[in-house]
Protein backbone atom coordinates (compact mmCIF):
# COMPACT_ATOMS: atom_id res chain seq x y z
CA UNK A 1 0.00 0.00 0.00
CA UNK A 2 2.41 2.18 1.05
CA UNK A 3 4.52 2.13 -1.88
CA UNK A 4 1.68 2.27 -4.32
CA UNK A 5 1.30 5.58 -2.37
CA UNK A 6 4.47 6.59 -3.29
CA UNK A 7 4.36 5.99 -6.72
CA UNK A 8 1.58 8.58 -6.99
CA UNK A 9 2.99 10.48 -5.08
CA UNK A 10 5.90 10.52 -7.36
CA UNK A 11 3.98 10.92 -10.60
CA UNK A 12 2.18 13.66 -9.25
CA UNK A 13 5.16 15.35 -8.13
CA UNK A 14 7.07 14.84 -11.47
CA UNK A 15 3.90 16.15 -13.78
CA UNK A 16 3.68 19.40 -11.41
CA UNK A 17 7.40 19.72 -11.78
CA UNK A 18 6.66 19.37 -15.66
CA UNK A 19 3.58 22.37 -15.98
CA UNK A 20 6.10 25.01 -13.60
CA UNK A 21 8.69 24.68 -15.57
CA UNK A 22 6.52 25.17 -18.67
CA UNK A 23 4.71 27.94 -16.92
CA UNK A 24 7.81 29.47 -15.63
CA UNK A 25 8.88 29.79 -19.27
CA UNK A 26 6.03 31.10 -20.08
CA UNK A 27 4.96 28.37 -22.55
CA UNK A 28 1.50 28.01 -23.16
CA UNK A 29 0.71 25.29 -20.76
CA UNK A 30 -1.76 23.35 -22.09
CA UNK A 31 -0.75 22.86 -26.17
CA UNK A 32 2.68 22.37 -24.52
CA UNK A 33 1.58 19.68 -22.59
CA UNK A 34 -0.68 18.56 -25.62
CA UNK A 35 2.37 18.53 -28.17
CA UNK A 36 4.58 16.92 -25.99
CA UNK A 37 2.13 14.15 -25.14
CA UNK A 38 1.93 14.31 -29.69
CA UNK A 39 5.09 13.99 -29.66
CA UNK A 40 5.89 11.33 -27.54
CA UNK A 41 2.80 8.86 -27.95
CA UNK A 42 0.96 9.78 -30.32
CA UNK A 43 1.64 7.90 -33.60
CA UNK A 44 3.30 4.58 -34.08
CA UNK A 45 6.52 7.10 -34.44
CA UNK A 46 6.32 8.89 -31.57
CA UNK A 47 5.63 5.59 -29.00
CA UNK A 48 9.00 4.39 -31.19
CA UNK A 49 10.54 7.53 -30.19
CA UNK A 50 10.06 7.37 -26.88
CA UNK A 51 11.07 3.50 -26.47
CA UNK A 52 14.34 4.31 -28.53
CA UNK A 53 15.61 6.87 -26.05
CA UNK A 54 14.22 4.76 -23.35
CA UNK A 55 16.41 1.92 -23.98
CA UNK A 56 19.89 3.76 -23.26
CA UNK A 57 18.51 5.43 -20.07
CA UNK A 58 17.18 2.12 -18.87
CA UNK A 59 20.75 0.45 -19.31
CA UNK A 60 22.81 3.24 -18.17
CA UNK A 61 20.49 3.46 -15.48
CA UNK A 62 20.65 0.30 -14.17
CA UNK A 63 24.73 0.90 -14.36
CA UNK A 64 23.77 3.85 -11.65
CA UNK A 65 21.57 1.63 -9.20
CA UNK A 66 24.62 -1.20 -9.19
CA UNK A 67 27.55 1.38 -8.35
CA UNK A 68 25.04 3.41 -6.12
CA UNK A 69 23.85 0.45 -3.86
CA UNK A 70 27.36 -0.28 -3.29
CA UNK A 71 27.80 3.02 -2.10
CA UNK A 72 29.96 4.04 -4.92
CA UNK A 73 29.07 7.89 -6.17
CA UNK A 74 29.55 6.79 -10.38
CA UNK A 75 28.83 10.11 -12.09
CA UNK A 76 31.18 8.92 -14.83
CA UNK A 77 28.13 7.05 -16.89
CA UNK A 78 29.13 9.33 -19.80
CA UNK A 79 32.56 8.16 -19.60
CA UNK A 80 32.03 4.78 -19.69
CA UNK A 81 28.97 5.06 -22.17
CA UNK A 82 31.89 6.60 -24.93
CA UNK A 83 34.35 4.05 -23.94
CA UNK A 84 31.65 1.49 -24.67
CA UNK A 85 31.29 2.55 -28.07
CA UNK A 86 34.80 3.58 -28.97
CA UNK A 87 35.63 0.35 -27.60
CA UNK A 88 33.44 -1.30 -30.00
CA UNK A 89 34.33 0.96 -32.72
CA UNK A 90 37.84 -0.10 -32.55
CA UNK A 91 36.45 -3.61 -32.56
CA UNK A 92 35.67 -3.09 -35.96
CA UNK A 93 38.31 -0.93 -37.09
CA UNK A 94 41.08 -3.79 -36.13
CA UNK A 95 38.68 -7.07 -37.35
CA UNK A 96 36.50 -5.52 -40.15
CA UNK A 97 36.39 -8.75 -42.05
CA UNK A 98 34.28 -10.44 -39.12
CA UNK A 99 31.24 -12.33 -39.80
CA UNK A 100 28.72 -9.36 -39.59
CA UNK A 101 26.07 -11.36 -36.91
CA UNK A 102 29.52 -12.12 -34.81
CA UNK A 103 30.67 -8.80 -35.32
CA UNK A 104 27.40 -7.43 -33.64
CA UNK A 105 27.09 -9.41 -30.85
CA UNK A 106 31.52 -8.73 -30.26
CA UNK A 107 30.52 -4.81 -30.50
CA UNK A 108 28.10 -5.32 -27.77
CA UNK A 109 30.13 -7.68 -25.28
CA UNK A 110 33.80 -5.79 -25.90
CA UNK A 111 31.49 -2.30 -25.39
CA UNK A 112 30.46 -3.38 -21.82
CA UNK A 113 33.96 -4.92 -21.44
CA UNK A 114 35.79 -1.07 -22.41
CA UNK A 115 33.16 0.38 -19.76
CA UNK A 116 33.20 -2.22 -17.08
CA UNK A 117 37.34 -1.32 -17.28
CA UNK A 118 36.82 2.27 -17.50
CA UNK A 119 34.89 2.43 -14.16
CA UNK A 120 36.90 -0.05 -12.69
CA UNK A 121 39.71 2.22 -12.87
CA UNK A 122 37.87 4.72 -10.86
CA UNK A 123 36.90 1.99 -8.08
CA UNK A 124 40.34 1.30 -8.06
CA UNK A 125 41.57 4.53 -7.72
CA UNK A 126 39.24 5.27 -4.81
CA UNK A 127 40.57 2.14 -3.17
CA UNK A 128 43.85 2.32 -3.75
CA UNK A 129 44.77 5.63 -3.37
CA UNK A 130 41.76 7.64 -1.95
CA UNK A 131 40.53 9.71 -4.92
CA UNK A 132 36.86 9.92 -4.63
CA UNK A 133 35.23 8.16 -6.98
CA UNK A 134 32.55 11.28 -7.03
CA UNK A 135 35.54 12.88 -8.31
CA UNK A 136 37.50 10.85 -10.33
CA UNK A 137 34.24 9.40 -12.42
CA UNK A 138 33.34 13.33 -13.36
CA UNK A 139 37.23 14.08 -14.56
CA UNK A 140 37.08 10.37 -16.52
CA UNK A 141 33.83 11.86 -18.16
CA UNK A 142 35.57 14.70 -19.86
CA UNK A 143 38.60 12.60 -20.69
CA UNK A 144 36.70 10.01 -22.33
CA UNK A 145 35.04 12.72 -24.38
CA UNK A 146 38.06 14.36 -25.70
CA UNK A 147 39.61 11.00 -26.34
CA UNK A 148 36.13 10.46 -28.33
CA UNK A 149 36.81 13.70 -30.09
CA UNK A 150 40.74 12.33 -31.18
CA UNK A 151 39.88 9.32 -32.34
CA UNK A 152 37.06 10.07 -34.86
CA UNK A 153 38.91 12.86 -35.69
CA UNK A 154 42.34 10.69 -35.80
CA UNK A 155 42.69 6.89 -36.17
CA UNK A 156 39.28 5.59 -36.28
CA UNK A 157 38.15 7.99 -39.16
CA UNK A 158 36.59 6.62 -41.36
CA UNK A 159 38.74 5.34 -44.62
CA UNK A 160 36.77 7.05 -47.52
CA UNK A 161 35.28 10.35 -47.25
CA UNK A 162 36.26 13.31 -44.82
CA UNK A 163 33.92 13.16 -42.11
CA UNK A 164 35.14 13.17 -38.26
CA UNK A 165 33.26 9.76 -38.45
CA UNK A 166 34.34 6.33 -38.23
CA UNK A 167 33.34 4.00 -40.77
CA UNK A 168 29.85 2.53 -41.16
CA UNK A 169 29.10 -0.88 -39.99
CA UNK A 170 27.35 -2.92 -42.35
CA UNK A 171 23.91 -3.13 -41.77
CA UNK A 172 23.85 -6.70 -41.33
CA UNK A 173 25.71 -6.26 -37.87
CA UNK A 174 23.35 -3.76 -36.82
CA UNK A 175 20.76 -4.71 -34.12
CA UNK A 176 17.32 -5.57 -35.80
CA UNK A 177 14.86 -2.96 -36.14
CA UNK A 178 11.10 -4.15 -36.31
CA UNK A 179 9.96 -1.65 -38.76
CA UNK A 180 11.46 0.61 -41.85
CA UNK A 181 9.48 3.30 -40.98
CA UNK A 182 10.98 3.94 -37.25
CA UNK A 183 14.07 3.69 -35.35
CA UNK A 184 12.52 1.19 -33.24
CA UNK A 185 15.46 -1.54 -32.74
CA UNK A 186 15.85 -4.80 -30.22
CA UNK A 187 17.80 -2.92 -27.69
CA UNK A 188 14.45 -1.92 -25.65
CA UNK A 189 14.06 -5.73 -25.31
CA UNK A 190 17.84 -6.25 -24.20
CA UNK A 191 17.78 -3.46 -21.60
CA UNK A 192 14.65 -4.15 -20.09
CA UNK A 193 15.96 -8.30 -19.83
CA UNK A 194 18.69 -6.60 -18.34
CA UNK A 195 16.53 -4.98 -15.82
CA UNK A 196 14.95 -8.53 -14.62
CA UNK A 197 18.30 -9.89 -14.41
CA UNK A 198 20.09 -7.19 -12.82
CA UNK A 199 16.47 -7.22 -10.15
CA UNK A 200 17.07 -10.95 -9.92
CA UNK A 201 21.47 -10.73 -9.26
CA UNK A 202 20.84 -7.78 -6.95
CA UNK A 203 18.00 -9.14 -4.84
CA UNK A 204 18.54 -12.76 -4.94
CA UNK A 205 22.32 -13.83 -5.47
CA UNK A 206 25.33 -13.70 -2.83
CA UNK A 207 27.02 -10.93 -4.63
CA UNK A 208 23.59 -8.96 -5.37
CA UNK A 209 23.45 -9.09 -1.56
CA UNK A 210 26.90 -8.04 -0.82
CA UNK A 211 26.58 -5.11 -2.63
CA UNK A 212 23.25 -3.77 -0.79
CA UNK A 213 25.02 -4.51 2.28
CA UNK A 214 28.33 -2.53 1.56
CA UNK A 215 26.15 0.31 0.62
CA UNK A 216 24.26 0.11 4.00
CA UNK A 217 26.62 -0.67 6.27
CA UNK A 218 30.37 -0.84 5.68
CA UNK A 219 31.15 -1.71 9.61
CA UNK A 220 28.01 -4.78 9.20
CA UNK A 221 29.83 -6.28 5.63
CA UNK A 222 33.62 -5.53 7.04
CA UNK A 223 32.34 -7.96 10.64
CA UNK A 224 30.85 -10.57 8.55
CA UNK A 225 33.82 -10.98 6.75
CA UNK A 226 33.16 -9.09 3.38
CA UNK A 227 35.96 -7.00 1.78
CA UNK A 228 34.04 -3.63 0.96
CA UNK A 229 36.59 -2.96 -1.23
CA UNK A 230 36.63 -5.52 -3.19
CA UNK A 231 32.65 -5.41 -3.52
CA UNK A 232 32.60 -2.06 -4.51
CA UNK A 233 35.51 -2.39 -7.58
CA UNK A 234 33.15 -5.62 -8.95
CA UNK A 235 29.95 -2.79 -8.37
CA UNK A 236 32.08 -0.48 -10.80
CA UNK A 237 32.83 -2.78 -12.81
CA UNK A 238 29.12 -3.98 -13.74
CA UNK A 239 28.28 -0.45 -13.31
CA UNK A 240 30.66 0.60 -15.83
CA UNK A 241 29.83 -2.13 -18.33
CA UNK A 242 26.15 -1.77 -18.31
CA UNK A 243 26.89 2.05 -19.36
CA UNK A 244 29.43 0.77 -21.88
CA UNK A 245 26.90 -1.92 -23.10
CA UNK A 246 24.19 1.25 -23.10
CA UNK A 247 26.77 2.48 -25.57
CA UNK A 248 27.49 -0.11 -27.69
CA UNK A 249 23.84 -0.48 -28.37
CA UNK A 250 23.65 3.00 -29.43
CA UNK A 251 26.50 2.04 -31.45
CA UNK A 252 24.97 -0.43 -33.24
CA UNK A 253 21.02 0.17 -33.08
CA UNK A 254 21.17 3.65 -34.38
CA UNK A 255 23.96 5.64 -36.93
CA UNK A 256 26.21 2.77 -36.75
CA UNK A 257 29.15 4.93 -37.14
CA UNK A 258 30.69 7.33 -33.76
CA UNK A 259 30.58 11.26 -34.46
CA UNK A 260 32.46 13.37 -31.64
CA UNK A 261 28.26 13.99 -30.51
CA UNK A 262 28.04 10.47 -29.87
CA UNK A 263 26.79 10.59 -26.89
CA UNK A 264 23.67 13.03 -26.24
CA UNK A 265 24.40 12.71 -22.56
CA UNK A 266 22.84 9.38 -22.08
CA UNK A 267 25.16 8.87 -18.78
CA UNK A 268 24.49 11.93 -17.45
CA UNK A 269 21.02 11.67 -17.61
CA UNK A 270 21.06 8.54 -16.27
CA UNK A 271 21.58 8.94 -12.93
CA UNK A 272 18.18 11.14 -12.37
CA UNK A 273 16.34 8.12 -14.00
CA UNK A 274 18.38 5.96 -11.69
CA UNK A 275 17.49 7.87 -8.59
CA UNK A 276 13.47 8.51 -9.08
CA UNK A 277 13.26 4.94 -9.65
CA UNK A 278 14.66 4.98 -6.38
CA UNK A 279 17.62 3.04 -6.91
CA UNK A 280 15.45 -0.16 -7.69
CA UNK A 281 16.27 -1.79 -11.09
CA UNK A 282 12.49 -2.14 -11.45
CA UNK A 283 11.46 0.97 -10.68
CA UNK A 284 13.94 2.05 -13.67
CA UNK A 285 11.61 0.70 -15.95
CA UNK A 286 8.58 3.38 -15.58
CA UNK A 287 10.85 5.94 -14.51
CA UNK A 288 13.09 5.55 -17.58
CA UNK A 289 9.90 5.19 -19.65
CA UNK A 290 8.63 8.87 -18.32
CA UNK A 291 12.11 10.42 -19.23
CA UNK A 292 12.55 8.62 -23.06
CA UNK A 293 9.21 9.86 -23.43
CA UNK A 294 9.31 13.34 -22.15
CA UNK A 295 12.65 13.66 -24.46
CA UNK A 296 10.46 12.47 -27.29
CA UNK A 297 7.92 14.98 -26.61
CA UNK A 298 10.33 17.90 -25.92
CA UNK A 299 12.21 17.14 -29.12
CA UNK A 300 9.24 17.57 -30.79
CA UNK A 301 8.19 20.61 -28.61
CA UNK A 302 11.35 22.22 -29.55
CA UNK A 303 9.92 22.43 -32.92
CA UNK A 304 7.24 25.28 -31.93
CA UNK A 305 9.39 26.90 -29.27
CA UNK A 306 12.78 28.00 -29.00
CA UNK A 307 14.48 26.21 -25.83
CA UNK A 308 12.09 23.22 -25.69
CA UNK A 309 14.99 21.10 -25.69
CA UNK A 310 17.20 22.23 -22.82
CA UNK A 311 14.62 22.54 -20.61
CA UNK A 312 14.80 18.62 -19.90
CA UNK A 313 17.77 19.04 -17.77
CA UNK A 314 15.73 21.27 -15.63
CA UNK A 315 12.77 19.35 -15.24
CA UNK A 316 14.98 16.19 -14.75
CA UNK A 317 16.79 18.18 -11.67
CA UNK A 318 13.91 19.81 -10.41
CA UNK A 319 12.32 16.43 -10.43
CA UNK A 320 14.59 14.94 -8.43
CA UNK A 321 15.17 17.89 -5.60
CA UNK A 322 10.71 17.20 -5.37
CA UNK A 323 11.72 13.84 -4.84
CA UNK A 324 14.02 14.59 -2.33
CA UNK A 325 11.59 16.45 -0.40
CA UNK A 326 8.78 14.27 -0.68
CA UNK A 327 11.33 11.39 0.41
CA UNK A 328 11.71 13.49 3.77
CA UNK A 329 8.21 13.95 3.94
CA UNK A 330 8.35 10.47 3.89
CA UNK A 331 10.30 9.60 6.51
CA UNK A 332 9.01 11.78 8.61
CA UNK A 333 5.75 9.21 8.74
CA UNK A 334 7.96 6.74 9.92
CA UNK A 335 9.32 6.12 13.31
CA UNK A 336 12.48 7.71 13.42
CA UNK A 337 15.59 5.59 12.33
CA UNK A 338 18.86 5.93 14.87
CA UNK A 339 21.41 6.55 12.26
CA UNK A 340 24.38 5.18 14.47
CA UNK A 341 26.40 5.77 11.66
CA UNK A 342 26.04 9.60 11.03
CA UNK A 343 27.35 9.77 14.58
CA UNK A 344 30.42 8.01 14.99
CA UNK B 1 57.08 35.16 -20.23
CA UNK B 2 55.10 37.64 -18.11
CA UNK B 3 52.20 37.99 -19.89
CA UNK B 4 51.98 34.28 -20.33
CA UNK B 5 51.70 34.02 -16.26
CA UNK B 6 49.73 36.47 -16.45
CA UNK B 7 47.57 34.83 -18.31
CA UNK B 8 48.19 31.95 -16.19
CA UNK B 9 47.27 34.23 -13.16
CA UNK B 10 43.53 35.19 -15.03
CA UNK B 11 42.58 31.75 -15.52
CA UNK B 12 43.84 30.56 -12.25
CA UNK B 13 41.56 32.94 -10.20
CA UNK B 14 37.37 31.04 -11.25
CA UNK B 15 39.09 28.29 -10.42
CA UNK B 16 41.00 29.56 -7.12
CA UNK B 17 38.25 31.30 -5.95
CA UNK B 18 35.52 28.71 -5.89
CA UNK B 19 37.80 25.85 -5.14
CA UNK B 20 38.71 28.16 -1.76
CA UNK B 21 34.98 28.69 -1.31
CA UNK B 22 34.45 24.73 -1.21
CA UNK B 23 37.48 24.69 1.05
CA UNK B 24 35.47 26.05 3.60
CA UNK B 25 32.31 24.27 2.97
CA UNK B 26 33.82 20.84 2.86
CA UNK B 27 35.92 21.95 6.68
CA UNK B 28 32.12 22.03 7.32
CA UNK B 29 31.18 18.73 6.51
CA UNK B 30 29.78 19.54 3.08
CA UNK B 31 30.51 18.62 -0.24
CA UNK B 32 29.08 20.92 -2.91
CA UNK B 33 29.08 18.60 -6.03
CA UNK B 34 26.63 21.49 -7.27
CA UNK B 35 29.47 24.16 -7.35
CA UNK B 36 29.47 23.63 -11.35
CA UNK B 37 25.87 24.62 -11.83
CA UNK B 38 26.13 27.68 -9.20
CA UNK B 39 29.36 28.70 -11.20
CA UNK B 40 27.53 28.35 -14.60
CA UNK B 41 24.27 30.68 -13.26
CA UNK B 42 26.37 33.31 -12.15
CA UNK B 43 28.41 33.43 -14.90
CA UNK B 44 24.36 33.57 -16.90
CA UNK B 45 22.96 36.12 -14.63
CA UNK B 46 26.01 38.41 -14.39
CA UNK B 47 26.59 38.45 -18.54
CA UNK B 48 23.02 39.52 -18.79
CA UNK B 49 23.22 42.12 -16.07
CA UNK B 50 26.60 43.48 -17.73
CA UNK B 51 24.81 43.45 -20.90
CA UNK B 52 22.18 44.88 -20.06
CA UNK B 53 23.12 47.91 -17.69
CA UNK B 54 26.24 48.23 -19.10
CA UNK B 55 28.44 47.47 -15.77
CA UNK B 56 30.08 44.35 -14.95
CA UNK B 57 30.41 45.30 -11.47
CA UNK B 58 25.94 44.90 -11.32
CA UNK B 59 26.13 42.09 -12.93
CA UNK B 60 28.80 40.81 -9.95
CA UNK B 61 25.69 41.80 -7.35
CA UNK B 62 23.43 40.50 -9.75
CA UNK B 63 25.14 36.77 -9.60
CA UNK B 64 25.64 36.91 -6.11
CA UNK B 65 21.70 37.55 -5.23
CA UNK B 66 21.44 34.75 -8.22
CA UNK B 67 22.87 32.21 -5.57
CA UNK B 68 20.24 33.02 -2.83
CA UNK B 69 17.74 30.39 -3.93
CA UNK B 70 20.08 28.21 -4.82
CA UNK B 71 22.16 28.42 -1.65
CA UNK B 72 18.40 28.15 0.27
CA UNK B 73 17.08 25.10 -1.81
CA UNK B 74 20.33 23.33 -1.77
CA UNK B 75 20.94 23.26 1.78
CA UNK B 76 17.36 23.52 2.94
CA UNK B 77 17.63 19.70 1.57
CA UNK B 78 21.01 18.84 2.91
CA UNK B 79 21.35 20.43 6.42
CA UNK B 80 17.61 20.67 7.24
CA UNK B 81 16.21 17.57 5.79
CA UNK B 82 19.44 15.62 6.21
CA UNK B 83 19.07 14.76 2.62
CA UNK B 84 22.88 12.96 0.73
CA UNK B 85 24.67 16.15 -0.57
CA UNK B 86 26.22 14.31 -3.47
CA UNK B 87 22.33 13.99 -4.98
CA UNK B 88 21.25 17.05 -4.31
CA UNK B 89 24.09 18.71 -5.93
CA UNK B 90 24.04 16.81 -8.91
CA UNK B 91 20.14 17.69 -9.25
CA UNK B 92 21.13 21.18 -8.63
CA UNK B 93 23.70 21.34 -11.56
CA UNK B 94 20.79 19.80 -14.06
CA UNK B 95 18.31 22.34 -13.26
CA UNK B 96 21.45 25.15 -13.67
CA UNK B 97 22.04 23.23 -17.38
CA UNK B 98 18.70 23.48 -17.94
CA UNK B 99 17.58 26.79 -16.45
CA UNK B 100 20.87 28.90 -18.41
CA UNK B 101 20.97 27.54 -21.82
CA UNK B 102 17.06 26.94 -21.93
CA UNK B 103 16.80 31.32 -21.02
CA UNK B 104 20.28 31.23 -22.97
CA UNK B 105 18.47 30.19 -26.35
CA UNK B 106 15.12 32.13 -25.75
CA UNK B 107 17.27 35.55 -25.36
CA UNK B 108 19.54 34.94 -28.62
CA UNK B 109 18.48 32.09 -30.50
CA UNK B 110 19.35 28.69 -31.16
CA UNK B 111 22.39 29.98 -33.31
CA UNK B 112 26.02 30.18 -32.05
CA UNK B 113 26.03 34.09 -32.09
CA UNK B 114 29.46 35.15 -30.00
CA UNK B 115 28.09 37.33 -26.92
CA UNK B 116 30.26 40.61 -26.17
CA UNK B 117 29.99 40.97 -22.34
CA UNK B 118 31.60 44.47 -21.02
CA UNK B 119 34.46 42.79 -19.14
CA UNK B 120 35.83 43.86 -15.69
CA UNK B 121 38.34 47.17 -16.09
CA UNK B 122 42.15 45.57 -16.22
CA UNK B 123 45.86 46.53 -15.34
CA UNK B 124 48.59 45.40 -17.13
CA UNK B 125 46.70 42.16 -17.57
CA UNK B 126 45.09 41.78 -14.44
CA UNK B 127 41.48 42.28 -13.17
CA UNK B 128 40.37 43.39 -9.63
CA UNK B 129 38.96 40.27 -9.35
CA UNK B 130 42.65 38.71 -9.75
CA UNK B 131 43.73 40.55 -6.95
CA UNK B 132 40.79 40.03 -4.74
CA UNK B 133 41.31 36.01 -5.57
CA UNK B 134 45.36 36.19 -4.20
CA UNK B 135 43.81 37.98 -1.11
CA UNK B 136 41.48 35.87 0.11
CA UNK B 137 43.62 32.94 0.42
CA UNK B 138 45.48 34.37 3.35
CA UNK B 139 42.36 35.68 4.82
CA UNK B 140 40.34 32.88 4.47
CA UNK B 141 43.23 30.77 5.92
CA UNK B 142 43.63 32.55 8.72
CA UNK B 143 39.72 32.74 8.95
CA UNK B 144 39.64 29.20 9.42
CA UNK B 145 42.63 28.23 11.30
CA UNK B 146 43.24 31.72 13.62
CA UNK B 147 39.98 32.68 14.37
CA UNK B 148 37.43 31.29 16.68
CA UNK B 149 34.95 30.90 13.91
CA UNK B 150 37.06 28.51 11.87
CA UNK B 151 37.64 26.39 14.79
CA UNK B 152 34.16 25.68 15.07
CA UNK B 153 33.25 25.60 11.68
CA UNK B 154 36.14 22.97 11.28
CA UNK B 155 34.81 20.91 14.24
CA UNK B 156 31.65 21.05 12.66
CA UNK B 157 33.34 18.95 9.73
CA UNK B 158 35.24 16.88 11.74
CA UNK B 159 32.85 15.96 15.14
CA UNK B 160 30.20 17.74 15.01
CA UNK B 161 28.88 15.66 18.02
CA UNK B 162 31.57 17.82 19.99
CA UNK B 163 30.01 21.28 18.66
CA UNK B 164 27.03 20.39 19.46
CA UNK B 165 28.24 19.34 23.43
CA UNK B 166 29.71 22.84 23.36
CA UNK B 167 26.63 24.85 22.33
CA UNK B 168 26.81 25.99 19.08
CA UNK B 169 24.23 25.01 16.31
CA UNK B 170 25.86 22.61 13.73
CA UNK B 171 23.42 23.43 11.47
CA UNK B 172 23.89 27.15 11.83
CA UNK B 173 27.18 26.40 11.09
CA UNK B 174 27.20 24.65 8.35
CA UNK B 175 24.13 27.20 6.46
CA UNK B 176 27.37 30.28 7.13
CA UNK B 177 30.33 28.08 5.42
CA UNK B 178 27.87 27.23 2.69
CA UNK B 179 27.24 30.75 2.21
CA UNK B 180 30.69 31.38 1.79
CA UNK B 181 30.66 28.95 -0.81
CA UNK B 182 28.28 30.03 -2.24
CA UNK B 183 29.33 33.64 -2.91
CA UNK B 184 32.88 32.32 -3.77
CA UNK B 185 30.94 30.33 -6.82
CA UNK B 186 29.14 33.58 -7.53
CA UNK B 187 32.06 35.47 -7.92
CA UNK B 188 33.84 32.38 -9.68
CA UNK B 189 30.78 32.24 -12.36
CA UNK B 190 30.90 35.90 -13.02
CA UNK B 191 34.91 36.28 -13.12
CA UNK B 192 34.38 33.28 -16.19
CA UNK B 193 32.32 35.45 -18.64
CA UNK B 194 32.67 39.13 -17.29
CA UNK B 195 36.09 38.38 -16.14
CA UNK B 196 38.15 35.75 -18.34
CA UNK B 197 35.76 35.33 -21.20
CA UNK B 198 34.38 38.04 -21.99
CA UNK B 199 31.49 36.68 -23.56
CA UNK B 200 28.71 33.78 -22.11
CA UNK B 201 28.43 30.79 -24.29
CA UNK B 202 25.91 27.04 -23.27
CA UNK B 203 27.46 25.43 -20.54
CA UNK B 204 30.55 27.45 -20.50
CA UNK B 205 31.76 26.64 -16.90
CA UNK B 206 33.14 23.06 -18.63
CA UNK B 207 33.82 21.14 -15.97
CA UNK B 208 35.37 23.75 -13.89
CA UNK B 209 33.36 23.64 -11.04
CA UNK B 210 33.72 20.01 -10.30
CA UNK B 211 38.22 20.39 -11.52
CA UNK B 212 37.31 22.98 -8.20
CA UNK B 213 35.75 20.38 -5.99
CA UNK B 214 38.63 18.00 -7.08
CA UNK B 215 41.50 20.57 -6.17
CA UNK B 216 40.35 20.78 -2.72
CA UNK B 217 41.37 17.57 -1.48
CA UNK B 218 44.98 18.21 -3.85
CA UNK B 219 45.18 20.84 -1.50
CA UNK B 220 44.60 18.73 1.77
CA UNK B 221 41.78 21.52 2.86
CA UNK B 222 44.37 24.45 3.06
CA UNK B 223 43.49 26.81 0.82
CA UNK B 224 47.27 28.13 0.39
CA UNK B 225 47.95 24.73 -1.26
CA UNK B 226 44.41 24.72 -3.08
CA UNK B 227 45.64 27.70 -4.58
CA UNK B 228 48.77 26.20 -5.73
CA UNK B 229 47.01 23.06 -6.71
CA UNK B 230 44.69 25.94 -9.28
CA UNK B 231 47.77 27.47 -10.99
CA UNK B 232 49.16 23.93 -11.77
CA UNK B 233 45.55 23.08 -13.45
CA UNK B 234 45.47 26.94 -14.51
CA UNK B 235 48.40 26.34 -16.50
CA UNK B 236 47.48 23.25 -17.45
CA UNK B 237 44.46 25.13 -19.09
CA UNK B 238 46.61 28.31 -20.40
CA UNK B 239 48.58 25.45 -22.19
CA UNK B 240 45.79 24.81 -25.10
CA UNK B 241 45.44 28.52 -25.82
CA UNK B 242 49.47 28.47 -26.33
CA UNK B 243 48.79 25.51 -28.44
CA UNK B 244 46.42 27.51 -30.55
CA UNK B 245 48.85 30.08 -31.49
CA UNK B 246 52.01 27.55 -32.22
CA UNK B 247 51.54 24.34 -33.42
CA UNK B 248 52.85 21.33 -32.08
CA UNK B 249 52.65 17.46 -33.54
CA UNK B 250 50.35 16.23 -30.39
CA UNK B 251 46.88 16.38 -30.96
CA UNK B 252 45.02 19.43 -29.97
CA UNK B 253 42.71 16.93 -27.52
CA UNK B 254 45.46 16.05 -25.31
CA UNK B 255 45.32 20.20 -24.59
CA UNK B 256 41.99 20.38 -24.04
CA UNK B 257 41.83 17.16 -21.62
CA UNK B 258 45.07 18.12 -20.00
CA UNK B 259 43.07 20.09 -16.89
CA UNK B 260 41.40 17.06 -16.02
CA UNK B 261 44.51 14.84 -16.76
CA UNK B 262 46.30 16.92 -13.97
CA UNK B 263 43.88 17.33 -11.58
CA UNK B 264 43.42 13.72 -11.76
CA UNK B 265 46.42 12.86 -11.83
CA UNK B 266 47.65 14.80 -8.52
CA UNK B 267 45.05 13.22 -7.05
CA UNK B 268 46.32 10.02 -7.95
CA UNK B 269 49.77 11.06 -6.81
CA UNK B 270 48.99 12.88 -3.46
CA UNK B 271 46.83 9.77 -2.69
CA UNK B 272 46.10 8.79 0.52
CA UNK B 273 48.36 10.58 2.42
CA UNK B 274 45.53 13.62 2.96
CA UNK B 275 42.67 12.88 4.87
CA UNK B 276 39.27 14.78 4.42
CA UNK B 277 36.88 15.97 7.53
CA UNK B 278 35.92 13.32 9.21
CA UNK B 279 32.08 14.09 8.68
CA UNK B 280 32.56 15.05 5.13
CA UNK B 281 29.10 14.91 3.22
CA UNK B 282 27.58 13.15 6.60
CA UNK B 283 24.09 14.73 7.70
CA UNK B 284 24.42 15.61 11.10
CA UNK B 285 20.49 14.77 12.53
CA UNK B 286 20.58 17.06 16.33
CA UNK B 287 17.05 15.18 17.07
CA UNK B 288 19.19 12.28 18.38
Not at chain 1, 202 to 221: C, D, H, M, W, Y
Not at chain 2, 149 to 170: C, N, T
Not at chain 2, 189 to 210: K, N
Request: net charge positive.
Amino acid sequence: MNSVVRFVAVALGLLLTLCLTLVIFGLPLGPSLSRIATGAFGSEAGIARSLVRMTPLLLAGLGMVLAWRAGMYNIGGEGQFIVGGLTGATLYKLAPGLPPALLGISILVVSAVGGALYAALAGWLQISRGVQVVISTILLNFIALHLLDYCVNGPLREQAGQNPLTDRLPDLAMLAKFSVRTDLHAGIFLAIITALLVFGFLFFTSPGFKIRLVGENQRAARANGISPERVQILAMALSGALCGLAGGVEYTALAGQLGRSFSENWGFLAIPVALLGGLHPLGLIPSSLYFGALLAGTDYLSRFSVGGKSIIYLIQGAAVLVFMGLQRWFDQKQPVVLDEEART
Amino acid sequence: MIESLISVLLFTTPLAIAAVGETVNQRAGQINIGLEGMMLVAAYVAAIVAIETGSPVLGIGAAIAAMIPLWLIQNFLTIQAGRDQVVVGTALNLCAIGLTSTLYQMRFGQSGQLLSVPQLPRWGGIDGMVLFGLLLVPVLGWWLFRSRWGLVLRAAGEYPDSVRSSGFSVARIRWEAAAVGAVMAALAGAHLSIGVGGTFVQEMTSGRGFVAVALVSFGRWRPAWVLAACLLVGGAEFLKFYYQVRQTALPYQLFLALPYLVALGVLVIVGKNSRAPAALAQPFRSNQ
